[in-house]
């Protein structure tokens, strides 16, 4: 689906190593699986339109177009760091909305999205700093705060997550 909706590879890889990041977390963390993993591995579809803070508004629609149920689309919609605030929303100049994660399957998604850079699993503190550096303070304290969460439910610190499934993952959906 990915490539047909005319993503690159590059995408592609990342979406299926956010899937890869998502599955583990599902080990230990009680969602719906098959939202969860449909979500990861769609989470970027709108990349193949908008490389900005847009694609997941774009992603979000082009996924309702095609007929799936809201849950998938409120993943892609907010899916962006650990979800953008109201001031975000009006900073950014995005459609008035909610794009905050409330669900478990919203939080995993975004979450598991954080702690891939590229085609890379890092660690949780590569991209609060990221968000850091660009002066985006708030969103860096929700990421900071999700991570928490989510290792909370996992049992652990998310971060170990590179170290069970690799830095460069094997991927069970594409090959390189």
């Excluded at 998938?72 to 909610?98: F, M, R």
């Excluded at 399957?105 to 590569?126: C, I, T, W």
Aim: with cysteine; charged share 30%.
């Amino acid at each position: 689906m990915l490539r047909d909706a005319g993503c690159k590879q590059r995408v592609i890889v990342h979406c299926c190593t956010v899937g890869a990041v998502a599955d583990e977390m599902l080990k230990n963390i009680k969602a719906d699986r098959p939202l969860v993993m449909a979500g990861s591995l769609l989470h970027d579809i709108g990349r193949s339109v908008d490389n900005g803070i847009m694609h997941a508004i774009v992603g979000s629609e082009m996924i309702g177009k095609m007929g799936f149920p809201a849950e998938l689309v409120e993943i892609v919609k907010k899916h962006t760091g650990a979800g953008l605030d109201e001031a975000d929303v009006e900073e950014l100049g995005l459609p008035p909305g909610d794009y905050m994660p409330r669900t478990i399957e919203e939080k995993v998604v975004a979450h598991a999205d954080n702690l891939v850079s590229d085609n890379l699993v890092v660690g949780h503190r590569h991209a609060v700093e990221k968000l850091r550096n660009k002066g985006a303070f708030r969103g860096a304290d929700r990421m900071e705060s999700l991570h928490w969460e989510l290792s909370k439910l996992y049992g652990m610190d998310l971060d170990v997550i590179s170290d069970i499934i690799g830095e460069s993952p094997k991927l069970k959906w594409i090959s390189r």
